[in-house]
């Protein structure tokens, strides 16, 4: 009887652990996020240099171009694709004031990625598993050609745009 009454205790236990686990990761993941209005008032502080570094994406010659920092190191690659369509990852050969910037901007600004892709070159400002945010710069066009943002709101300035993903 008392064995029955403890592997009772332990599935409702293990079953409420479960509920909670499903309701309050999401809660906790979407508060660790930097708020829309934090986002845009950054973006605001920064204008003049995320203009610069997003004119000097634009002229270089890689179509698509990512840069991050693991371990406290600048990694830039580009993910264009080949002839057969398979996307691959290759380092960067870029001009010394590009690096610069980005590091400068990545480092006093805590943007976790910089990114340019065909119509757009975007800067993370927070994110985790699940979503990213942060502001846009289209290059051409109406919109980003991606289906990856979940919200995307244009900002007074031409061709910003605030974006979840």
């Known amino acids: 009887m008392k064995k029955k009454i403890v592997i009772y205790l332990f599935s409702v236990i293990g079953i409420l652990i479960i509920v909670l686990i499903i309701f309050l990761v999401p809660l906790v993941v979407t508060l660790s996020l930097p708020s829309k209005e934090?986002?845009?008032r950054e973006f605001y502080n920064n204008e003049a240099n995320l203009h610069e570094l997003m004119q000097l994406l634009e002229s270089c010659d890689y179509e698509n171009l990512q840069f991050r920092y693991r371990n406290r190191k600048l990694e830039a690659f580009s993910t264009d694709k080949r002839n057969d369509g398979i996307s691959y990852m290759s380092?960067?050969?870029?001009?010394?004031?590009?690096?610069?910037?980005?590091s400068n901007l990545m480092r006093n600004n805590r943007f976790?990625?910089?990114?340019?892709?065909?119509?757009?070159?975007?800067?993370?400002r927070g994110g985790n598993f699940r979503y990213g945010v942060g502001v846009l710069y289209l290059?051409?066009?109406?919109?980003?050609?991606?289906?990856?943002?979940?919200?995307?709101e244009k900002l007074p300035l031409d061709n910003w745009y605030y974006y979840v993903e």
Not at 91 to 102: A, T
Not at 112 to 124: C, D, S, T
Request: glycine share 2%; charged share 35%; no cysteine.
């Open 38 to 40: 934090k986002v845009i």
């Open 91 to 102: 380092d960067v050969i870029l001009d010394e004031i590009i690096i610069k910037k980005v």
């Open 112 to 124: 976790l990625i910089i990114e340019k892709r065909r119509n757009y070159v975007l800067f993370q």
């Open 139 to 152: 290059l051409e066009g109406d919109e980003p050609q991606n289906n990856r943002f979940v919200e995307l």
